[in-house]
């Protein structure tokens, strides 16, 4: 089961945050498979680790959303991924046509500080934005800016919270707390709870939670597939815990061991279209 240790490698690399103090009012999970305090050396060892893996080269992946909300018929949404890593931390520019077929564009600088970028047809020029990161992307999606960029990977402030089993899994798990400005723009968002494969430190499954802990939106892989020698995630599930809509992210072609021109990955590139690589790999359904 060694491709359990790629199983994020095509939405995330990740660099080092330290451990913090833990939200006073957050709850952490029951049924802890370890006596006593989680030691939080150990827990940041961990995350050390987990930050350490990622993809080999850049990539390009064509992508598929599939909408699935209660009572109403599937609906699916195409789009683009390039992604690489800068100095600053992962890089990645995204591209989704909405229901009226308009082409929208994105660049996600992931790290320390991240930054993100919006560009639409019709716009004069590309925008930064960081108010709209938990808006869908598309109307009647669950993927919004914060599930494609996870910048709770590199929140300061954490806390490990020992192990559990999930997905027929043990994992450690750590909740993750937002920064005062986030925390102060985004009131209903306490943190977000992370559980990484005790065996090969690969991400299983996230949870948005409120300030008292509840399940607000969960983020499951649900398929792997191996691509020019590397493990990759083919699918994985959006799902709204409060309404039970899902959006469904599939990957369908895919291109690895790539190598982009930094320009690419600028501000200044999204009103520029980009095509495919030549080759690429399609990925079963």
């Known amino acids: 089961m060694i491709r359990w240790a790629f199983f994020m490698l095509a939405c995330l690399l990740v660099t080092p945050i330290f451990a913090g103090p833990r939200s006073k009012s957050i709850q952490v999970p029951k049924q802890f498979m370890q006596l006593g305090e989680p030691d939080q050396e ?126 027929g899994r043990i994992a450690h798990v750590f909740l993750l707390n937002p920064p005062e400005k986030m925390a102060a723009e985004y009131s209903s968002l306490g943190g977000v709870r992370v559980y990484l494969d005790t065996q090969y430190h690969a991400m299983v499954k996230s949870f948005q939670v409120d300030q008292q802990g ?34 469904r992210f599939q990957v369908v072609r895919a291109a690895l061991n790539l190598d982009f021109s930094p320009q690419l990955f600028t501000s200044q590139s999204l009103s520029i279209d980009v095509p495919a690589p030549e080759q690429t790999v399609s990925l079963g359904r």
């Open 42 to 167: 150990k827990g940041r060892e961990v995350l050390e680790s987990f930050r350490g893996m990622g993809i080999q080269g850049d990539y390009y992946l064509q992508v598929e959303l599939k909408v699935r909300p209660r009572r109403v018929d599937e609906i699916v949404f195409s789009g683009r991924l390039w992604g690489s890593r800068s100095y600053l931390g992962p890089v990645s520019r995204v591209e989704l046509k909405d229901q009226d077929g308009q082409v929208r564009r994105y660049l996600l600088q992931n790290g320390s500080e991240p930054t993100v970028w919006s560009w639409r047809e019709g716009d004069k020029a590309p925008s930064m934005t960081s108010k709209h990161l938990f808006e869908p992307l598309v109307a009647q999606t669950e993927l919004t800016l914060f599930d494609l960029q996870m910048p709770y990977l590199y929140w300061p402030s954490f806390r490990f919270e020992g192990t559990s089993k999930i997905l």
């Open 214 to 247: 509840q399940n607000l939106k969960s983020m499951t892989v649900r398929d792997i597939e191996k691509v020019s020698g590397q493990w990759m995630v083919k699918k994985i599930d959006l799902r709204n815990e409060v309404t039970r809509d899902k959006t």
